[in-house]
């Protein structure tokens, strides 16, 4: 989806093809957006112009800033959505942006010519030229659905899976392999009596994801909130578990595809840490008139019937009626180091691939894949320079680099330790970050870059101002960096210390309190920014070959030629490099460099 | 590195041969294959006594083959099979005779049987590549093929079995442990349990791991002085008589020396092992009134060296009346000279009485030298972990990343902050063995926690 708001927000006719258009943007298993690094990247694609965060605060139920207590480079913005209203959202943010045209049916097979991509066929023997493509198959590629014993072929509940495309794009050159997830079961809101649980509200004042919500005004959510609430597994349950374990596909060996660790099964929860006597659900309504609950932390495959002994030995489930039962998926993706880091595929020119077929997890990664992909699509067509995101500038970047360069051992998902600058790339910067880059590429329009660019001058101002009064020689008084750092709130120290004038609204105050706490570490970080800049400024040859570089072991002479790294820097991001290995490289470029032959 | 004047091919296809012992004529040399066709190349140029087939394993007797295929001598032969072997391919030992006309011939033979010259330090880099050594033990390679002394080769040796990596693996572990800690509470607040350290927790653990590093660099000390060698610098008054012990230190007369005060202007540098430990012993100008500005600036050159020294040797006349007072400063020793001559009052506290003249007394001076300066044979060494300055940068560089991370963490700084400490601390370890990605790091995390959200 945000492929095509990004292409069609720079010009280019749109066919977004898809198996069933009802079913756009379900959010098929968690109802909810953002998190500690996801919520990262939800503000960065909102900062470039994207369409989740503005459809996440709008069907939002429940807003919740993660590490609310911690440093701002670590918090996250989350918010539960509304099931039946995000996607009518979501597509009410695209129609706006005219240039999409909706087409039902599945695509079978891409047609290439002159090694280019021109067309895509779908089943129904439909054929539609374009000059580039974006795939985001989510879990549908040659899905299958296990719940016990039972296998069957779908990309989520009720859905049909994409058998044929897998085929094709394996002709084509594309190396796909297999993951797995899962999800948990869902049960009947009414049968279950809230107050049994431990309540958990959302936060009072709620935190928005769009920078477009971050106003003068506080944010108000469109929607009435709902709470969720607290629930805890027990030995009861994991003994049903252990029991039940030679009827799990994950354990009887019907699924050999790796899957998360950091959203595991229940059965690897049980297993795993067997020494634990409870594990913590959150149940979460799925939308304010949504008839089913979503158990966060008991994704599983078990049969239907452990599945239920399970939620009926849970303390407050007793009466729970199952809606739906949990089930794992399994599908193919393209592992991604065969991606530029435009995200076009290397063997194929012109398709670009996006989301879960990339080897990643989670709503938010999709998107933001989604809009590097489509806006790269997009210049392809137009003729313009690709976007690579800066992984110094950007959870984006990060995340793309991760991926082309070190690849995928199990779905990846974001987090901040993944950022060597985290306290940089804190999510209320996103916008100073980014969205003059996505102005740069058109992805922006003119006003909105010109309201973040007054966000950001105002802060600036407002933080002068503070040096200027108090960085005076004699004076005994504290700097107000250091009292915020020590705790003094922000608004106290402002409104002592600023005049009327330079007097900042809220979430722009919340920003200059975390620059002044944050003041040394990160003109630290610019620093070794500047040192691992250093590194990517080594370019190798993009036809280095590899294959005559004496010294290296075989297995990383394949992983460089197979990521073919466009610096040193990226080299040295390849796993399994060495500082012997990259000393040889280093040796090599600068020989190639110096002796013109 | 040398990689421009390697052959540009694929070192999994290519067998690589060298000699491995040194030029020149000797008893024995070793000539050594490495690569998949070791043995396919060793049975071209070596023939077993009666037309046996050659075995893995167990050395050989037979006829080595010149290029024409003409018994050239008589030689051992012993295949190795991967992956059990020095560079973890597979590897063919050649003992020969020492001559060179036979070891080169022999090179030539295994080159026309397919295999190619050797780069320097290609086995090494070879058995890095294959996992065989970490990049501390090929250091050690290097050191113990350069080194000057028995003890040198001692050290080495026992880095290049490993001892660094022991020491240091488990330090940048209990290091990586902690940041996993760290980062899990900040990724994984919202998990089902509070994952979050207490600060006191971390500044304990930073600071035990920081007390850790400090204690292996003190144990390293003596295997560093080895290593690196010790400065003894002479001081005195001018005209005391310090070349001359300079002199009959070094065994040979290195500087001149004359009845006149003021003869030694410059620092002189000589290097001498003592019971294994390499010194250089320094002497320099005569302090005391200057009698001109060359005067003045030996002198000033005298005390700079004195300030960096290992050991400084305080050198006075005993047949003169001055002497040092008080007792004697750390890392100094009293020596007094002209002890052939009637002493002008009793010795000073401490002192070491010695005539350059006569020889008297210059057996204990370099006994109490080398026991002043911990040399190895005095004292065994307890660690070679940190001996390499190199290795002993990068541990003292975690080690203050450690002390500032858990000065942080008693501020209750956030975790954020100590993340990017002990991040660094990390990173220092590692670039002695080897380096660290952040999917390591989330390895770390997820193999101890369990996290659901």
Known sequence: ?597 | MGGGRRTVTDPQTVTIVAHATPAGRAALALVRLSGPDSAAIAARIFARARGAPLVDGRPMLGTLLDRGGAPIDQAVLTLHRAPHTVTGEDVAEITLHGSPVIVRETLAACVLAGARPAAPGEFTLRALRAGKIDLAQAEAVRDLVEAATVEQARIAARQLGGEVSAAIAPLAEGIFELLADVEAGLDFSDGEEALALAGAEVAGRAERLAAQIDALAGASEPARRVREGARVVLLGPTNSGKSSIFNKLIGYGRVIVTPEPGTTRDLIEEQLVLEGLPIVLVDAAGVGEPGGQAEAEGMRRALAAAESAHLVLEVYDLSRPERPVGPPGAHRLRVGTHADLPPAGPPAQGTVAVSPLTGEGMTALRAVIAEQLHAPGARPLESVALATERHLAAALEARDALVAAAGQARAGEGAELLAIDLRRAVHALREILGEVGPEALLERIFARFCIGK
């Open chain 1, 1 to 597: 989806m945000e492929a095509a708001a990004a292409a069609s927000r720079l010009g280019v006719d749109v066919v977004l093809l898809t198996l069933d258009p009802a079913s756009l943007v379900r959010l098929s298993c968690n109802p909810a957006i953002g998190g500690i690094g996801k919520g990262h990247l939800v503000r960065e694609i909102d900062a470039l112009g994207g369409v989740m965060g503005l459809a996440a605060d709008a069907a939002g139920t429940h807003f919740r800033l993660l590490n609310r207590s911690r440093g701002p480079a670590v918090q996250g913005p989350r918010a539960q959505q509304d099931y039946d209203r995000y996607p009518g959202v979501v597509q009410r943010l695209i129609e706006s942006e005219g240039r999409i045209e909706l087409k039902a049916g599945e695509a079978i097979g891409l047609r290439v010519d002159g090694g280019r991509v021109v067309a895509v066929e779908s089943a129904d023997g439909q054929v539609f030229p374009a000059a580039a493509v974006v795939l985001t198959s989510g879990t549908f590629l040659r899905g299958l659905l296990f719940q016990g014993e039972s296998v069957v072929p779908g990309g989520r509940a009720c859905e049909a899976p994409a058998e044929a495309l897998s085929a094709a794009l394996s002709a084509l050159g594309l190396r796909l392999d297999r993951f797995k997830t899962g999800t948990p079961p869902r049960l009947i809101r009414r049968s279950l009596d809230p107050s049994r649980f431990e309540e958990q509200p959302g936060d009072e004042r709620p935190v928005p994801f769009s920078f477009l919500n971050l106003g003068d005004a506080p944010f108000r959510p469109a929607l009435p909130q709902l709470s969720t609430w607290l629930a805890y597994s027990n030995e009861r349950v994991h003994a049903l578990v252990r029991a039940g374990l030679g009827r799990s596909p994950l354990y009887s060996g019907k699924i050999r595809a790796r899957g998360p660790r950091y959203c595991p099964s229940f059965e690897d929860k049980v297993v795993r840490f067997a020494d634990r006597d409870r594990h913590l659900l959150h149940l979460e309504p799925m939308g304010i008139d949504h008839p089913w609950i979503y158990v966060n932390g008991l994704s599983t495959s078990l049969p239907p019937e452990i599945q239920a002994e399970i939620v009926a030995s849970i303390e407050g489930l007793e009466g729970a009626e199952v809606a739906r039962w949990g089930y794992a998926v399994e599908y193919d993706y393209a592992p991604p180091t065969q991606l530029l880091p435009t995200l076009e595929a290397r063997a194929v020119p012109g398709l670009f691939l996006a989301g879960q077929i990339c080897g990643t997890t989670g709503y938010e990664e999709a998107a933001g894949l989604g809009l590097v992909a489509g806006a790269n699509a997009a210049s392809a067509v137009l003729g313009r320079a690709p976007w690579v995101p800066d992984r110094l500038q950007s959870y984006l970047g990060v995340m793309v680099d991760d991926l082309t360069t070190a690849g995928v051992l199990e779905p990846y998902r974001m987090f901040t330790s993944r950022a060597e600058l985290r306290l940089s790339l804190s999510a209320d910067s996103a916008d100073r970050r980014l969205t003059p880059v996505g102005e740069a590429l058109g992805l922006v329009p003119a006003s909105r870059a010109a309201r973040a660019g007054a966000r950001w001058e105002r802060i600036e101002r407002a933080r002068e101002a503070l040096d200027g009064a108090f960085g005076g020689r004699g004076a005994r008084r504290e700097l107000p960096a250091d009292r915020i750092r020590r705790g003094d709130p922000h608004e106290e120290v402002f409104a002592q210390h600023l005049p009327a004038e330079l007097r900042l609204p809220g979430p722009d105050a919340e920003t200059l309190a975390g620059l002044l706490r944050y003041r040394g570490y990160l003109e630290r970080e610019q620093r070794e920014a500047g040192r691992l800049a250093d590194a990517e400024r080594v370019r190798i040859p993009g036809d280095f070959a590899y294959g005559g570089l004496s010294g290296l072991s075989n297995e990383l002479r394949e992983r460089l030629d197979e990521v073919r790294p466009a610096s040193l820097g990226q080299a040295s991001r390849i796993p399994g490099m060495t500082p012997a290995a990259l000393g040889l490289l280093a040796a090599a470029i600068g020989q190639r460099v110096r002796a013109p032959s």
